[in-house]
């Protein structure tokens, strides 16, 4: 719930990166939070890792600036595992209910 992906669709979308709102959660502290468990995400794009302003690919493709906080990128490459994923997904599925209880957005 209140999970949004942004961009096309998956049919549409490189099969590299996949951004993904999470809303009423900043994506730094999502971030910090899957560190913890050995998944690496960014909060922006590989060219922008040094900027704070909001991210211009998503400001084009018309994403709610509200939700440009609470955006996250995932990357993949013909390494990553299915396992990978599924470990991914749920970690995802035990830390957003709990963090989303402590959200001060």
Same mark, same amino acid.
């Given at each position: 719930?209140?999970?949004?992906?942004?961009?096309?669709?998956?049919?549409?979308?490189?099969?590299?990166?996949?951004?993904?709102?999470?809303?009423? /959660?900043?994506?730094?502290?999502?971030?910090? $939070? +899957?560190? &913890?468990?050995?998944?690496?995400? %960014?909060?922006? *794009?590989?060219?922008?890792?040094?900027?704070?302003?909001?991210?211009?690919? /998503?400001?084009?493709?018309?994403?709610?600036? $509200? +939700?440009? &906080?609470?955006?996250?990128?995932? %990357?993949?490459? *013909?390494?990553?595992?299915?396992?990978?994923?599924?470990?991914?997904?749920?970690?995802?599925?035990?830390?957003?209910?709990?963090?989303?209880?402590?959200?001060?957005?």
């Amino acid at each position: 719930p209140d999970t949004q992906l942004n961009g096309d669709g998956l049919d549409t979308a490189s099969p590299y990166v996949l951004n993904v709102t999470f809303k009423g /959660l900043r994506s730094e502290v999502l971030l910090h $939070a +899957l560190e &913890e468990r050995d998944i690496y995400v %960014s909060a922006g *794009s590989a060219c922008s890792s040094h900027k704070q302003t909001a991210s211009g690919t /998503l400001l084009a493709m018309h994403i709610d600036p $509200a +939700l440009l &906080e609470s955006a996250v990128r995932f %990357s993949f490459s *013909s390494h990553t595992q299915e396992s990978e994923i599924d470990y991914t997904i749920s970690a995802l599925e035990e830390i957003i209910p709990r963090l989303r209880r402590y959200a001060r957005f």
